[in-house]
Structure formats: C-alpha cells, structure tokens
C-alpha cells in the first residue's frame, strides 16, 4: 500500500465547509429550540446594586430573565478549580452580585427567535456601585507575585542556573532592554456557541463549540451534579478556538442553566463584543531581557524578567519566559515570571502562550546584541547553539535547527544583505531583512482510539478529539490508512463526540501526536487482528473483504489507549524553526509593510504537506499581526476594551500578507509519537513578529521594543 503519511491530501471535510453542510454548533436546528442572549456588564469592578428585568421581560416571545436573584443552586462551586485541569477556569454564573471585569455575563435572557434574546438582554436595567478598576501594568512589578506553578505544563514560576547576577556584572558586553507586547483576544472567526437540550432532570446533550469536549463534559457534569455518561457534548466541527475554546467558560453553563429553567433547548451564541473579556485574551507583557556576553558573541548571562496580568479571581501565567530558558546555551540564567491582579475576564492560553510574546522579546533583544557586537544575527545564533535543554539538563530528542538557518537564510537570500540600517532603498521605501528562531513544545499526552474493519472493507476509525479548522479530520485519516494498510478513501474517521474514545483537549499544539499516536496503535492493532486472519491458512493474496468473509464477523474491531509521552521524562522535546522577513517602510509616512516571510521548521515528520504548509502560514501571520496590528484598546479609566469588534481590532487581511514562502527541513522525531510526528498548530506564530521587528530596525535604524508597532512609533 502506497504510503500516505505526508501527501498533500485535500481536507476529507474540505468539500462539506465549503458548501456550507458541515454544522458547526450554533447551525445545530433542534425541535422546540429557544434563543439565549447574555447580559453583560458595563464596569469592571464593583457590585450589581439593583437590577431590573421587568422592560425585558415584557419583549415579545421572551420566556425567562435570568439574573443573581434567581439563586440558581449548583451542585458544585464554579470558583473552584481542579488544579490536576489546567484548561478549568473560575466562571461567573450569577451565584453573586459582584463584577469583576467588564462584559462579564450578569444575565441571561431566553426567547423564541434571537432578535427578542438580544432586545430583552440590551433592556436589562443594572445599577452598580463602582471602583476604579486596575487594567495596566505601569507601577505592576510593586505589586506583582510570583506563582509557583506556570503554565498548562506547571513550569515553575521562576528558574536560576549558575551566577546570573554576578556573570552579567562581569560581562565586558552588557545589555538591558524592556519589551512589550499588547493584550490580544483570539477572535477566531465562529464565535463560542453552545446548544444545551435536557432529556429529563439528568441527562443533557451539549453541542459546545469546544477545544476539549471531555473537559467541557467534565466541568457541566460536576456543576450539575450529574452522572459523566449522561452528559454527551458534540462538537464535530470548531470554526477556529486558537486557545480561546479549550476552557469550559460562563456562556457554556449559562446556556445549560436557560434550557433547565425554560425546559426547553436552549441556544446561545456570543455576540462578538461580548468576547472581549468573559472568553479569555492573551495578557499583555512586559519583558525586561538582560545579556552578557564576550566581546566574541558567547552569551555568559542571559535573563528575562516578565510582568503579565492574571484576573482578580483566577491565575493564569502568560509564560514568556520559556524561550529564554531553553533556547540559547548560557551558563547563567535567570527567569522570573510575575503577575499583576487586574480587572480583567482571566487570560488564557492563546496560539503558543508565552512562546509568542516570549521570542518577540528574546529575538529582538538577540539581534540588538548582534548589532552592538557588529556579528550576523544567524551567526550569533549559531555561536550560542545549544546542544542541549541547560534548563531541564535533558538531551534534545532532536533538534535540526542549524538545518533551518541554513535553509532558510538562502531561500531567503540572506548573504545578500548589507547589515548597516537604512542601506536597502527603493524611491520613497527603505527595505529591511531580519530574522529570528522559532521554538515550541512538542507534547503528547494519554489518548484512545477505535478501529474497525467493516465486512465491505471500509474502515471507520473514532476518537473524541476536535478539528479546529487545522487539518485533524485529515491527518488521522491518513495516519489510519497508512497503519491499516488501505487506501485513504476507505477510511472514515470521526471525532467530537464524547461517545467515542476520550481524548485530551486540543491545546498545546498536542492533537497530532497524542491522537495521532492512539489511532496509529489502534490501527496497527486492527491490521494484526487482520493478518492473524490471513495466516490461518487459505488463500495468501486474499482481499480485505474476503478475510473478512473469513471470520464470518460483521466487523472486526481494535482499540488503543496510549499513554503521556515517556521518553519526555528523559528528553526535551521541542520543534524549531527559522524565520526571515523584509519589510518595506514608507519613509515618509511610517507605513509597514511585509512584502515576504521565509518560514523553515523542523517538526518531525509532516503528516499532510498542505494543512502543514496552511498551518505554518497562518502562524506566521498571525505573527504579522503580532507585530503590527493586533491590540485590546483598553480604557484605563473604564476597564473596558473600546475596540470589541471585528472593525477596529484589526487583524491581517490579504492585502496585509505579503509572499509567504513556507519549508521544513526532512525529520523524523520518534521520541515524540511512532509516527515520528511533533505538532505544528503553534510554532508558526513564535519568532514571526520578531523577525519582523528586526526587518523594521534594519529598514529604519528604528529599534521599536513594543507591539504592535504602528507608523506613529516611527515617525
Ligand atoms: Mo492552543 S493556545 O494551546 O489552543
């Protein structure tokens, strides 16, 4: 059988999207449904005074208002949190009167269609008594703490190794610098969604539009007090979650809690504004970077020491500092993580957190020590290659880095370019290249899978998991077909249903190695089963479909469960990457432009060319984004985010993408998954907006140290 594992197959739903038949959870039509509309708060901190539902009620085809004074019991209390779910976050679902954030969800109104949901939510009458809510890091590091635990993986808040504080003293080049990034909200294009249908008083039926559907299943059956196998969540297709969908948040339970009280299906989909706070956003960062390093480019100190908000209520790190850990070889290291308290819905894990805003800062500042040390900035990279995890004293489980430099620098064209800033000029534009390493964790975790051969010889191959849009649907597809030893079009596989295998949340960039690897083994399982037919004796070539006559079986079915990656306890894993970008700056105005982005990875074998080359390219735009774009404008006095739309927080728009020219370099990481298979849902975006920074100091001579820079920053 022809081997598939790394064609450029189409998606298998690729055809059902594009006509508009795959449904996505607010498409869900179920007799007898009802609409939900949230109310949400106008401050961002204080109490509800009074709240007045009384115009809302009276819209026409509304059936409830649901507000604090409702006093809806649950069975468990929804501001704890199992620390063993790292993806679990405390939601607020009217058990009080108090506000901790702005557009924090204070009611919920039910009603026949959805315009009367949203009219009787906007007639929700509240009165607060305020505070002046905290939203800014300015003055943060005096009142910031450091967490034990950071992060899904619960790195420790702060590492040191050697003499930091002495080795950059004694550093005869030294080198301090602040960075920052802005807060982002994920913003995926499907807004959260979620239909809720009671059977009876004890079994619910969930179609969630979720990064983790047995998280989601989990979380609801606890607060309700229900039996886990009387909660089913459904989730066949994510219209992009990028972080944001992976907790189980407030609108979730809030739908649940409509459809008890009108007893009847309930459907909620957020309002875009309402995203901008209650769903999660990336903190914004500050870094302070510090290096020492010989006069020759050997770094001897390499520090990063980075303030980021958590909310008022929750914890959640924003782990930037995880590249200055591990990336480079220094023998002196020191990374703190703080956190401020702010006002704010709690950040959450967004598309590679802390590795996005922590190699802005580490690959900015690096190529501000190639500069001082008048050194290329690959080869600085080079001279500071680190053959081994000095944080985690691990060897890599592979690591072609230098392949990517290499490949990278001369699809590029690198060698062409002159170092001095303001030395490439076309009329009107200055022309800048720059480059910076890219750097993700390669994760797998416990996974199940099923595969049967059916008597036709199909085969339909089910794990719970999700497709958020990447590809997954596709690539397990061919991970099956390759390990059964059949053609692609006789595998089905599906996935987001809780009735099928369980499987952890797609986060992390995890989903290709951790249910890649329990479909692979079930697969593998099943073909055993199958040539242990075969060598019962008959005829040797017989089909599938004739040893399956065979066994006189209408199907013959195999399952794995497969466990966290074991060689992680003796290996660090991570994937890597090269990226290269030019910009073009108007020198007049300030305007930027990214006119191309080399992008090289190494992250193991690529399971489909093309949702991997569409994978690392929407990372490296979003990376774009990063650096000149994306921002929640905060109001500092109101806590509110003022562009909570699609309008004003801008994101990358074709007209924004220049030629994006995406490669890997040929790997293999068997430590990883059997496949050889690391994820790829997350690097892209590590190292883009740096690159890019450092294209706009080589264009401009301007060293901007704080995302998004926009023309005015320089000017
Ligand atoms: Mo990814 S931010 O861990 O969904």
Redesign the pocket.
């Known amino acids: 059988m022809a081997n598939v594992i790394g064609e450029p197959l189409d998606r298998v739903d690729g055809h059902l999207k594009v006509t508009g038949q795959a449904t996505y959870s607010g498409d869900w039509n179920i007799p007898n449904i009802t609409y939900a509309a949230l109310t949400v708060s106008r401050i961002a901190s204080g109490n509800i005074v009074s709240i007045d539902t009384r115009a809302a009620s009276q819209v026409s085809g509304v059936l409830a208002v649901l507000t604090y004074k409702d006093k809806i019991k649950l069975a468990a209390d929804p501001s704890k949190v199992n620390p063993k779910e790292p993806a679990e976050r405390v939601i607020q679902i009217l058990q009080d009167t108090r506000v901790m954030y702005a557009y924090q969800p204070i009611a919920v109104a039910v009603a026949e269609t959805y315009e009367a949901a949203c009219e009787a939510a906007d007639a929700v009458s509240v009165r607060y008594a305020e505070k002046k809510p905290s939203v800014t890091l300015v003055n943060g590091m005096a009142r910031s703490y450091i967490p034990e635990k950071a992060g899904?993986a619960g790195d420790p808040g702060q590492s040191h190794r050697g003499d930091f504080k002495a080795a950059l003293d004694a550093a005869p080049v030294r080198m301090q610098e602040i960075y920052t990034t802005a807060f982002h909200t994920h913003s995926p294009m499907e807004p959260h969604a979620t239909v809720a249908v009671w059977d009876g008083p004890d079994k619910l039926t969930l179609y969630d539009s979720s990064?983790g559907i047995f998280g989601d299943r989990k979380r609801v059956a606890s607060l309700f007090g229900l039996q886990l196998d009387n909660v089913r969540v459904i989730c066949p297709y994510v219209g992009g979650?990028?972080?944001s969908k992976?907790p189980t948040w407030s609108h979730t339970v809030l739908c649940v809690m409509a459809a008890q009280r009108v007893n009847r299906p309930v459907k909620l989909v957020m309002q875009r504004p309402h995203m901008f706070g209650p769903v999660g956003c990336r903190s914004e960062t500050q870094q302070t970077i510090s290096m020492g390093a010989s006069n020759d480019g050997k770094l001897s100190a390499l520090g990063n020491d980075t303030l980021t908000h958590t909310s008022t209520f929750d914890e959640f790190t924003e782990t930037a500092t995880g590249p200055t850990r591990m990336l480079y070889s220094s023998p002196n290291n020191s990374t703190v993580q703080r956190l401020v308290r702010s006002d704010i819905g709690t950040p959450s894990?967004?598309?590679?957190?802390g590795e996005a805003p922590g190699t802005f800062a580490l690959e900015v500042a690096m190529d501000e020590l190639a500069y001082k040390l008048g050194i290329d900035p690959v080869e600085l990279r080079l001279i500071n290659y680190a053959e081994r995890d000095e944080d985690k004293n691990l060897p890599w489980s592979d690591k072609p880095l230098r392949e990517c430099y290499r490949i990278g620098a001369e699809r590029f064209g690198w060698a062409k370019r002159n170092p001095a800033p303001r030395s490439m000029r076309d009329r009107n534009t200055l022309i800048g290249w720059g480059m910076a390493t890219s750097v993700y964790p390669a994760r797998r975790s416990p996974a199940s899978a099923r595969a049967r051969m059916n008597a036709d010889g199909t085969v339909h191959v089910d794990a719970g998991s999700q497709d958020l849009g990447g590809g997954t649907y596709t690539i397990m597809t061919q991970i099956a077909a390759d390990a059964v030893g059949v053609p692609v079009k006789s595998v089905t596989f599906r996935l987001g249903d809780t009735r099928y295998p369980e499987t952890p949340v797609?986060?992390?960039?995890q989903t290709a190695a951790t249910c890649g690897t329990a479909v692979y083994e079930a697969c593998i399982a099943l073909r055993e089963k199958l040539l242990s037919l075969a060598s019962l004796g008959g005829n040797q070539t017989a089909t599938v479909q004739e040893l399956m006559a065979r066994s006189g079986q209408p199907f013959i079915e195999a399952q794995a469960s497969t466990e966290a990656n074991a060689d992680a306890k003796t290996m660090s894993c991570y994937s890597f990457g090269a990226q290269f970008a030019e910009v073009r700056v108007d020198v007049d105005l300030g305007q930027i432009r990214v006119a191309r982005m080399t992008g090289v990875f190494a992250a193991g074998t690529i399971l489909n060319a093309k949702t991997a080359r569409s994978q690392f390219m929407g990372g490296m735009i979003w990376g774009i984004s990063l650096a000149l774009l994306e921002k929640d404008a905060y109001d500092p006095q109101l806590g509110r985010i003022v562009n909570n739309n699609l309008a004003e927080y801008l994101v990358p728009t074709n007209p924004d993408v220049g030629t994006i020219d995406v490669a890997w370099v040929q790997d293999e990481d068997l430590h990883v998954s059997p496949m050889g298979a690391k994820g790829i849902?997350?690097i892209g975006i590590t190292g883009s907006a740096a690159a890019i920074a450092n294209a706009i100091y080589h264009a401009t001579g301007k060293r901007i140290r704080e995302t998004p820079i926009t023309p005015d920053k320089l000017l």
């Open positions: 899904g990064q979650g990028f972080g992976g894990y967004t598309r590679a957190p797609s986060g992390g960039s849902g997350e």
